[in-house]
Nanobody, 127 residues
Framework: QVQLVESGGGLVQSGGSLRLSCAASGSTLDYSAISWFRQVPGKEREAVSCIDKITGTTYYLPSVQGRFTISRDAAENAVYLDMNNLTPEDTAVYYC????????????????????WGQGTQVIVSS
């Protein structure tokens, strides 16, 4: 019903930058927020950033605040995550996530409250 496709991952040296993109298709009209989560093997997925569809309000994981920026294009056809000053601790599989629950807040950090997930894009930051 909803498909999320991430792109832009890859290998980068510490201090480098990457832009991740998330494209959504299918029944996306009523989504409330698009988020980026990341996961390291053996650990739970953690919320990295989120943007509220209606208000544009954003959320950032404290450890990425000031380094990462979430944005959307004018037509709301895609959501981006610009990652700067990357460190090896940022190494993870990054997932685009969509929430369709209309009960506020739109942006949530609990992965159990996410309705749809992309397949993930690998980000590896070398020392």
């Amino acid at each position: 019903q909803v498909q999320l496709v991430e792109s832009g991952g890859g290998l980068v040296q510490s201090g480098g930058s990457l832009r991740l993109s998330c494209a959504a298709s299918g029944s996306t009209l009523d989504y409330s927020a698009i988020s980026w989560f990341r996961q390291v093997p053996g650990k739970e997925r953690e919320a990295v950033s989120c943007i509220d569809k209606i208000t544009g309000t954003t959320y950032y994981l404290p450890s990425v605040q000031g380094r990462f920026t979430i944005s959307r294009d004018a037509a709301e056809n895609a959501v981006y995550l610009d990652m700067n000053n990357l460190t090896p601790e940022d190494t993870a599989v990054y997932y685009c996530a969509a929430r369709f629950n209309k009960v506020p807040p739109a942006c949530v950090t609990n992965p159990n409250w996410i309705n749809y997930w992309g397949q993930g894009t690998q980000v590896i930051v070398s020392s």
